[in-house]
T-cell receptor, first 114, second 112 residues
Framework: LAKTTQPISMDSYEGQEVNITCSHN???????ITWYQQFPSQGPRFIIQ???TKVTNEVASLFIPADRKSSTLSLPRVSLSDTAVYYC???????????????FGRGTQLTVWP | ETGVTQTPRHLVMGMTNKKSLKCEQH?????MYWYKQSAKKPLELMFV???????ENNSVPSRFSPECPNSSHLFLHLHTLQPEDSALYLC???????????FGPGTRLTVL
């Protein structure tokens, strides 16, 4: 499994755009990039997933350069409720032998201040 | 609400007790998972079931015993646990082993 590296923590203020970058130098051809959000004492929540270029949904955008060795989760205009741990994961879609094996790592603790 | 429910939400047990954690998913998924999350540590995958068959046991001690009677239900039977087993136990499901997993709210377990 491709291991990921992301900052341990980030701080931001309400209304700002937050970009969290994740490095995954050993990403394989079949791997997708997925981001989860976790609040204290709750299960992680799927945010967004992509393979290349840019993906956008109602919550966030995901930017993936051509070499796919990194990705950036972009949260527009954060609020206090976006304070959480954000995990970047890389893995195939389960069609191979890595059925369901996700390596969550320690994630990035995002703290949004008023 | 993710469509995955877990009961109980909180559990306190002694080291000699036997208890069970329950997970139920209402998403029609075929794969279900148990994770353990200790304080300040990453999530650790414990077990994976796909179409009711166990496909992964991540070197979990035998005091944790999973059961998957059907694709919608997953249990984790606990016996003779240790205080270091205190953690948040999370259940997840996915369509068929795809990496987009949907997590339940977890069971906060405290072993005295």
């Amino acid at each position: 499994l491709a291991k990921t590296t992301q900052p341990i923590s980030m701080d931001s203020y309400e209304g700002q755009e937050v970009n969290i970058t994740c490095s995954h130098n050993n990403i394989a051809t079949n791997d997708y990039i997925t981001w989860y959000q976790q609040f204290p004492s709750q299960g992680p929540r799927f945010i967004i997933q992509g393979y290349k270029t840019k993906v956008t949904n109602e919550v966030a955008s995901l930017f993936i350069p051509a070499d796919r060795k990194s990705s950036t989760l972009s949260l527009p205009r954060v609020s206090l409720s976006d304070t959480a741990v954000y995990y970047c994961l890389v893995g195939d879609r389960g069609r191979g032998s890595t059925l369901g094996r996700l390596y969550f790592g320690r994630g990035t603790q995002l703290t949004v201040w008023p | 609400e993710t469509g995955v429910t877990q009961t109980p939400r909180h559990l306190v047990m002694g080291m000699t007790n036997k208890k069970s954690l329950k997970c139920e998913q209402h998403l029609g998924h075929n794969a279900m998972y148990w994770y353990k999350q200790s304080a300040k540590k990453p999530l650790e995958l414990m077990f994976v079931y796909n179409f009711k068959e166990q496909t992964e046991n991540n070197s979990v001690p035998s005091r944790f015993s999973p059961e998957c009677p059907n694709s919608s239900h997953l249990f984790l039977h606990l016996h003779t646990l240790q205080p270091e087993d205190s953690a948040l136990y999370l259940c997840a499901s996915s369509p068929s082993g795809a990496d987009t997993q949907y997590f339940g709210p977890g069971t906060r377990l405290t072993v005295l």
